[in-house]
């Protein structure tokens, strides 16, 4: 078992810290809401630190999951940030999803302090952090991948190291990219039946288990032909990952013309009030 710190308790962290609990580690958790690290101390057993410097003294395995590049600097090299108090030969994990410069500038970091440096963003949302199922994409150095991974086996089906520094980053961006494009065809699909007078759950009953099915059509198809939309990573999530590879297409080259224009519908539904909104909802465009 290892001595660990969970540094954000969003809908994601919260019960990925109370994984780790549960498989026997020792867990001290921090986040910017004081009262949610308490409450998730009194629930899981473990401690609430007052400060990411604080909750990472000590630790072996420091991992985190927060909002942006700037939150992870904050609370990585920022006034009172982890780095400060990581001891050399641990490990941090960072689940954010976040740009790969900023992944690859504090590996650098970490390493000039003489600790390892992941960048681990996750799938699965929050049904996968709650369930302990989530999809890992990690870049690093393959010791410290080795020394993390088996811990986060708590909530993970899966995890693996695809490249160097930002390789993980990368690949987070890769899938944003490819359910983007996912839901805007199943959005126009769905709404074509509804129009069409044909009975959404028994269209989508019989394509998904053809050359159509996908996670999304198996798990949104129906409740967007409901018009529900309440299923976790909100609008507002996605075009801040959007952007981030939009941006990075701009560096490397790579065309994202059905990107770009899926995140201007996406503009459209946070106009429409939809930014808490789950990804699914690009449908309402096509019901205005």
Same mark, same amino acid.
């Given at each position: 078992?290892?001595?660990?710190?969970?540094?954000?308790?969003?809908?994601?962290?919260?019960?990925?810290?109370?994984?780790?609990?549960?498989?026997?580690?020792?867990?001290?958790?921090?986040?910017?809401?004081?009262?949610?690290?308490?409450?998730?101390?009194?629930?899981?057993?473990?401690?609430?630190?007052?400060?990411?410097?604080?909750?990472?003294?000590?630790?072996?395995?420091?991992?985190?999951?927060?909002?942006?590049?700037?939150?992870?600097?904050?609370?990585?090299?920022?006034?009172?940030?982890?780095?400060?108090?990581?001891?050399?030969?641990?490990?941090?994990?960072?689940?954010?999803?976040?740009?790969?410069?900023?992944?690859?500038?504090?590996? /650098?970091?970490?390493? *000039? &302090?003489?600790?390892?440096? !992941?960048?681990?963003?996750? @799938?699965? %949302?929050? +049904? $996968?952090?709650?369930?302990?199922?989530?999809?890992?994409?990690?870049?690093?150095?393959?010791?410290?991948?080795?020394?993390?991974?088996?811990?986060?086996?708590?909530?993970?089906?899966?995890?693996?190291?695809?490249?160097?520094?930002?390789?993980?980053?990368?690949?987070?961006?890769?899938?944003?990219?490819?359910?983007?494009?996912?839901?805007?065809?199943?959005?126009?699909?769905?709404?074509? /039946?509804?129009?069409? *007078? &044909?009975?959404?759950?028994? !269209?989508?009953?019989?394509? @998904?288990? %053809?050359? +159509? $099915?996908?996670?999304?059509?198996?798990?949104?198809?129906?409740?967007?032909?409901?018009?529900?939309?309440?299923?976790?990573?909100?609008?507002?999530?996605?075009?801040?990952?959007?952007?981030?590879?939009?941006?990075?297409?701009?560096?490397?080259?790579?065309?994202?013309?059905?990107?770009?224009?899926?995140?201007?519908?996406?503009?459209?539904?946070?106009?429409?009030?939809?930014?808490?909104?789950?990804?699914?909802?690009?449908?309402?465009?096509?019901?205005?």
């Amino acid at each position: 078992m290892a001595r660990c710190a969970f540094i954000g308790l969003g809908v994601m962290g919260y019960p990925m810290a109370g994984h780790l609990a549960k498989a026997g580690h020792e867990v001290t958790v921090y986040n910017r809401t004081a009262a949610k690290a308490e409450a998730w101390a009194a629930q899981h057993g473990g401690k609430a630190a007052k400060t990411p410097a604080a909750a990472a003294k000590g630790a072996e395995l420091v991992f985190a999951c927060v909002g942006n590049d700037d939150d992870l600097r904050a609370v990585t090299i920022g006034e009172d940030g982890a780095f400060s108090e990581m001891t050399p030969g641990a490990v941090f994990t960072d689940h954010t999803t976040a740009s790969a410069a900023v992944a690859r500038e504090l590996h /650098a970091v970490a390493k *000039g &302090l003489d600790f390892g440096f !992941v960048d681990a963003p996750v @799938s699965g %949302g929050q +049904a $996968g952090a709650e369930n302990g199922v989530l999809t890992i994409m990690c870049g690093g150095e393959a010791a410290d991948f080795d020394r993390a991974a088996p811990v986060m086996d708590a909530y993970a089906r899966a995890r693996r190291l695809l490249g160097p520094s930002g390789a993980g980053q990368l690949t987070k961006m890769v899938n944003q990219i490819a359910i983007a494009g996912l839901l805007q065809g199943l959005s126009e699909a769905v709404n074509f /039946a509804a129009r069409a *007078g &044909l009975s959404v759950p028994d !269209v989508i009953d019989v394509i @998904s288990k %053809g050359a +159509a $099915g996908s996670w999304q059509m198996e798990n949104r198809a129906v409740t967007m032909g409901e018009d529900k939309f309440d299923f976790g990573f909100a609008v507002d999530w996605m075009r801040k990952d959007l952007g981030i590879c939009l941006d990075e297409a701009k560096t490397n080259g790579a065309a994202l013309p059905g990107t770009a224009l899926v995140d201007q519908f996406y503009g459209d539904v946070q106009a429409m009030g939809g930014g808490r909104w789950d990804t699914s909802s690009l449908i309402r465009r096509l019901r205005r």
